[in-house]
T-cell receptor, first 113, second 110 residues
């Protein structure tokens, strides 16, 4: 099976712009989770989607949003980018129950200038 | 109090030695526990998961879980230079998210 894919892999934006990141889960996986990883804060949970419904959301401002499509692919959007949004954004997929392992994609490295 | 805490690193061990990594969690309702390995510049990859109290072995890796003490550990036996990475402890509390520790960086000296 193909793994989790994320596009783009690298992105450079300027403050105030917005960005959309995409994630395609492993075939058959219906849950997609998004995480932000920074050197200072580590891996932090953004949100999780299952069958197009957001089931949980982390403590991030409303500038961070996401959605999931009927084919389980997911997108996350960050509006009005700030310098502090520079991070590695990771997507993980699983079958959808809490006990299931989450498998990570390669990530999108975002640099905000 | 952080949800998941790991022993601070970095941890340096000689090749062939045992590396011991520890993790504690705050939510007693946590049900599933994972160890991920992350090489520099890469994404986390699963090493092991454990759900029940006791030990679980997979090759050179052994995970140990003690729910009463809210403690999970990972032992790496016969450590190899390729084991040099950051190890992340993750806990799932049945609310569809993983909470991660800050990670412990392991260096295996040849």
């Amino acid at each position: 099976k193909a793994g989790v894919t994320q596009t783009p892999r690298y992105l450079i934006k300027t403050r105030g712009q917005q960005v959309t990141l995409s994630c395609s889960p492993i075939s058959g996986h219906r849950s997609v989770s998004w995480y932000q990883q920074t050197p200072g804060q580590g891996l932090q949970f953004l949100f999780e989607y299952f069958s197009e419904t957001q089931r949980n959301k982390g403590n991030f401002p409303g500038r961070f949003s996401g959605r999931q499509f009927s084919n389980s692919r997911s997108e996350m959007n960050v509006s009005t980018l700030e310098l502090g949004d520079s991070a590695l954004y990771l997507c993980a997929s699983s079958l959808g129950t809490p006990q299931e392992t989450q498998y990570f994609g390669p990530g999108t490295r975002l640099l905000v200038l | 109090q952080k949800e998941v805490e790991q022993n601070s690193g970095p941890l340096s061990v000689p090749e062939g030695a045992i590396a011991s990594l520890n993790c504690t969690y705050s939510d007693r309702g946590s049900q599933s526990f994972f160890w991920y390995r992350q090489y520099s510049g890469k994404s986390p990859e699963l090493i092991m998961f454990i759900y029940s109290n006791g030990d679980k072995e997979d090759g050179r890796f052994t995970a140990q879980l003690n729910k009463a003490s809210q403690y999970v550990s990972l032992l790496i036996r016969d450590s190899q230079p390729s084991d040099s990475a950051t190890y992340l402890c993750a806990v799932n509390t049945n609310d569809y998210k993983l909470s991660f520790g800050a990670g412990t960086t392991v260096t295996v000296r040849a």
